[in-house]
């Protein structure tokens, strides 16, 4: 596209959601709009420009493509066990009034649905809770109200639930009538979003932030904890849980959450450990002790194996005890510094511990190992973005879209 063009979709993308186009690179936004040129009959850039200006469907439409929405069914699993732990741990015993949630932006539906199921499971039913689930794109409402869905929404996790709660309709699943009144969708825009009255005791909005600017990201985590209760959980995407570092927010040392607590830790945290419900492949293990660590080489043979050290260091990490997994990943990466986990895992802890010259070290590092490392790609992306090299951080970004499409970056 030409370059004066270009930039101003980039401007009514921006004024229109916060989207930073360096989220995606410039490349993917000029290739969506040509795509959607093609498909709306229009010839030239400018006419396009001028129905993007007079056509809330087609700028939704274009949102929906440069932003490469992606839902399933109980999407990080982790979330939604701890969920169900805090419910019945720490709500559910001192409950005084229904259980508030928001899920912004909801997409198609499954996100906020899993989140119904999730609280029927532990027990509450009718007045118990009440969930509200906006999005700006209305196609995505409708899609989310008439609750029926493809196998592509279901990626193995919680069969038992899709089997209780849902009801074959073709080669498609319809959603039980019992969950689907449980959620309220609205159309809105998350940044124009008006905190209510009566706080929400849990807000979901996950993998939405990463395409927003910085000055966007501020306004959305500023409405959206306006919006929360004093010691609240606020749920992130996994990508996106730096953004709450040294803030008013607690991380949750509970692996795999992505969960923060507004304000002060309550006493009871550490009791809330969810019950595991997903499939998954990790060993957990005892707390960190002398004899766990990397001996010396002549006694190698008495050391715990490879696969015990990663497990128990990333345990460490995810329990928030960085100082002491940092110490077994150094350590493991002693013996073993071609281990790309430990190498990545070590990135991340620096990551979290402000750390981000050694980080950049590290994930670099990684890269090195595996030029195709997704994860390492968007850690880059986000490192290069917050120290401002936007262009470096747009071209991480663009190859971490292409690893997730199977080409090479």
């Not at 991380?251 to 607590?261: L, Q, T």
Request: aromatic fraction near 8%; include cysteine; glycine fraction near 6%.
């Amino acid at each position: 596209m030409m370059g004066g063009k270009a930039e101003m979709i980039e401007a009514i993308l921006n004024k229109a959601i916060g989207f930073n186009i360096h989220s995606v690179g410039r490349r993917k936004v000029d290739a969506d709009v040509v795509r959607r040129m093609r498909h709306c009959g229009v010839a030239t850039e400018e006419a396009y420009l001028e129905l993007l200006r007079h056509s809330p469907e087609e700028m939704a439409k274009l949102i929906e493509t440069v932003t490469i929405p992606e839902t399933w069914f109980f999407r990080l699993c982790g979330s939604f066990e701890y969920l169900a732990a805090y419910v019945r741990e720490e709500w559910l015993p001192q409950r005084k009034k229904p259980l508030r949630v928001l899920c912004m932006p909801c997409s198609t539906g499954e996100e906020a649905y899993s989140i119904a199921m999730i609280l029927m499971e532990c027990g509450l039913s009718g007045n118990d809770f009440l969930i509200d689930a906006g999005d700006i794109n209305n196609h995505y409402l409708d899609k989310a109200r008439k609750a029926v869905y493809s196998k592509n929404s279901f990626r193995g996790e919680r069969p038992d639930l899709v089997n209780r709660y849902f009801r074959p309709a073709g080669n498609l699943q319809s959603l039980i009538a019992e969950v689907k009144e449980k959620v309220r969708f609205f159309s809105c825009n998350v940044l124009d979003f008006v905190p209510p009255a009566v706080p929400y005791d849990i807000v979901f909005c996950r993998n939405m932030l990463i395409y927003l600017d910085a000055e966007s990201q501020k306004k959305t985590l500023e409405l959206l904890a306006a919006s929360l209760a004093d010691n609240g959980v606020f749920f992130l995407g996994h990508s996106e849980s730096g953004l709450l570092f040294n803030t008013g927010f607690v991380p949750v040392k509970i692996s795999g959450s992505f969960a923060f607590r507004k304000g002060a830790e309550p006493s009871r945290r550490e009791a809330v450990r969810p019950k595991r419900s997903c499939p998954r492949q990790e060993t957990i293990l005892p707390k960190v002790r002398k004899d766990m660590l990397p001996v010396p080489r002549e006694n190698r043979s008495l050391a715990l194996n490879e696969e015990d050290i990663f497990a128990q260091a990333e345990r460490l990490a995810d329990l928030g005890d960085s100082a002491a997994a940092e110490v077994l990943c150094r350590r493991h990466l002693a013996l073993h510094p071609l281990d790309i986990r430990t190498v990545f895992l070590l990135g991340i802890i620096m990551q979290s511990t402000g750390k981000y010259e050694e980080a950049e070290k590290l994930f670099l590092r990684t890269l090195y190992l595996d030029a195709n490392h997704h994860e390492a790609l968007l850690s880059m992306a986000i490192l290069k973005g917050r120290s401002g090299d936007l262009k470096s951080a747009a071209a991480f970004r663009e190859r971490a879209d292409r690893t997730v499409k199977g080409t090479k970056p």
